[in-house]
């Protein structure tokens, strides 16, 4: 092996075991990582510039302005409260209706972004009521990584894989992953009842205090929110659209997001563009140099033999292969620099005589995206959620997740593999 492409496995290494030891903040790892590609040699600036997905960060970009303006306006409180009164106030019944907006609120904001306007929702019910808040949280975290699977917008592995595949659009996304996503859901919800039933029982009186509550006063703005819906609406259009009118999906997201910009005018950019996450931003930089370290060196190309070799490029062993391996590693892994990696691997994998790809990269974004949920640091929105519990005094202990956690996620790999056999490979 050239002397390059050892340096290029070393340093990826070393920046992938300090990703997940989390003693450094991932950012600053992930840029230092790519910083040292290109200072040392292994790729080029220019080459490392190519390689940066630009419509990956622009359509994140996009959303993230579009949601944190939509979010002052008190929507998401609004639907929240409105969900816990239509259930009446009985703890069950609101946290599967919390858990099924996250899903469907996922698919089309993001599940990072979803978590972070109904955590503190959550918090203010599980308050009132005086119930234990980890079976709302666990459910929205397993439901908001379900969720994000379902669409090209709804998980970052997902906006990766759309971005790196152009034949892949939109709708593809809906009519490929929203159909096992669902099942998924329906699969869990029952499951949800059994786990927690018991740990979230209240009084009437609790009860009552929730149907009193008027979800009205949480919309601050109504001039705001019908700007923001008439954007969303356009945005989310637009996605639909987007192949059609020779549009990438970046292009859609950040029209929608300064045409936003436009409507509430200059003093809502500035708060705006603080709430954009640069850290996630510029972890996605480092990823792309640092992934291209290998790329370049041919890493990624040997790798890819060598998974065509063990399943002698049949297409049933392949992709189970990949739902298998991206799930597991997804689950104790952070998702999106695994899926970093698989997709030059997978598109290698094209050269090397596999025709057919699309249950592939099925196979890895379900893997990638369900897989986030069996453990606390499978996922961003995982992480997250961990993070504004405990700063609510009530930490998510690792194992206590794992329980739960691990067992659905290895359920609905398996039925997303009789799915990928029944649908693709038969």
Request: glycine content about 8%; hydrophobic content about 55%.
């Amino acid at each position: 092996m050239e002397q390059q492409a050892i340096w290029a496995i070393g340093i990826f290494l070393v920046i992938y075991a300090l990703i997940i030891s989390e003693k450094v903040h991932r950012t600053i790892v992930a840029m230092i990582g790519g910083l040292l590609m290109v200072g040392l040699g292994i790729v080029d600036q220019e080459t490392a510039l190519h390689h940066i997905d630009f419509n990956t960060l622009g359509l994140l970009i996009g959303m993230m302005i579009i949601v944190s303006i939509t979010a002052d306006t008190g929507l998401f409180k609004f639907i929240a409260i409105w969900a816990a009164k239509k259930s009446k106030g009985n703890p069950v019944s609101i946290l599967i209706a919390l858990a099924l907006i996250t899903a469907v609120a996922s698919a089309f904001l993001d599940n990072v972004t979803t978590v972070l306007l109904m955590v503190p929702v959550t918090f203010s019910i599980t308050r009132q009521l005086r119930v234990p808040p980890f079976p709302f949280l666990f459910t929205q975290i397993i439901a908001s990584n379900v969720g994000g699977t379902a669409t090209l917008i709804g998980d970052p592995p997902n906006i990766m894989i759309g971005s790196a595949v152009k034949e892949l659009t939109f709708m593809s996304f809906i009519s490929n992953l929203a159909p096992i996503a669902i099942i998924v859901i329906i699969v869990y919800v029952p499951i949800f009842i059994l786990l927690f039933r018991k740990q979230i029982k209240t009084t009437p009186a609790l009860t009552k205090s929730i149907m009193d509550m008027d979800e009205k006063e949480l919309i601050a703005d109504h001039k705001l929110l019908r700007k923001c819906l008439i954007v969303l609406g356009l945005t989310i259009l637009g996605f639909f659209l987007h192949q059609s009118v020779h549009l990438e999906s970046a292009t859609v997201a950040l029209a929608g997001a300064f045409l936003l910009l436009l409507l509430t005018g200059e003093h809502m950019m500035e708060q705006a563009f603080t709430k954009v996450e640069w850290t996630t931003i510029f972890f996605f930089i480092g990823l792309f140099v640092l992934v291209s370290g290998l790329v370049e060196t041919g890493v990624i190309a040997k790798l890819a033999a060598q998974a065509i070799e063990l399943t002698h490029g049949n297409l049933v062993a392949t992709s189970f292969l990949i739902l298998w391996m991206s799930a597991i590693a997804s689950a104790f892994l952070d998702n999106i620099p695994f899926v970093a990696t698989m997709i030059p691997m997978i598109k290698e994998m094209g050269n090397m005589g596999v025709n057919n790809l699309e249950p592939l990269w099925w196979s890895l974004a379900l893997g990638a995206c369900l897989g986030g949920n069996g453990s606390l640091i499978g996922a961003s929105a995982n992480l997250i959620v961990a993070g504004m519990s405990g700063k609510e005094g009530h930490p998510i202990k690792f194992m206590q997740y794992l329980k739960y956690g691990f067992p659905l996620m290895i359920l609905s790999i398996v039925v997303s593999s009789v799915y990928i056999y029944l649908r693709y490979l038969i």
